[in-house]
């Protein structure tokens, strides 16, 4: 039997440590949290009612919005469990590196209306073992050479 809880879900959305991005199904983001605020730095007044243009570097849109126009379609997504790694733009031009789930959200016939992201900014560990291949791979080449001689 499930406990009978009251949640204040936009006080969650506004406290959780993870970006929350809901954008509806032309992809305007409708919800912008205090951490999406942090990850990527446009306020929540400049990101509500942008297009997901705002964070998707230029290169991967077109990758991006077919995807999502598949989303809208079938009401399918892999993202749902699966942890997707992408580039993103932070608001000062820089790049981000951010693992996120997705979730879609139906209206009552239960046709998709839109797509909630949870973000985390994964660019420093993604530059630490970015740093760390590189590392391995000259030292299997210095190896490689003291073999060879």
């Not at 979730?103 to 760390?132: K, P």
């Given at each position: ?80 469990t699966t942890l997707l790694k992408v580039p993103a733009l ?60």
């Open positions: 039997m499930a406990a009978s809880h009251s949640f204040d879900l936009t006080g969650l959305v506004a406290a959780i440590g993870d970006a929350v991005v809901i954008s509806d199904a032309d992809g305007r983001i409708v919800v912008w949290n205090p951490a999406a605020e942090r990850i990527f730095g446009f306020t929540q007044a400049e990101a509500l009612g942008e297009s997901l243009d705002l964070i998707t570097p230029e290169r991967h849109r077109r990758r991006h919005w077919d995807g999502y126009a598949k989303t809208m379609r079938t009401g399918e997504t892999r993202y749902g932070h608001k000062d031009g820089r790049s981000l590196s951010i693992a996120f789930t997705v979730a879609l959200l139906h209206d009552a016939e239960g046709a998709v209306t839109g797509i909630a992201a949870v973000i985390r900014d994964e660019t420093e560990r993604f530059q630490e073992e970015r740093a760390l291949r590189r590392r391995v791979a000259e030292l299997e080449e210095a190896l490689g050479t003291l073999v060879c001689a």
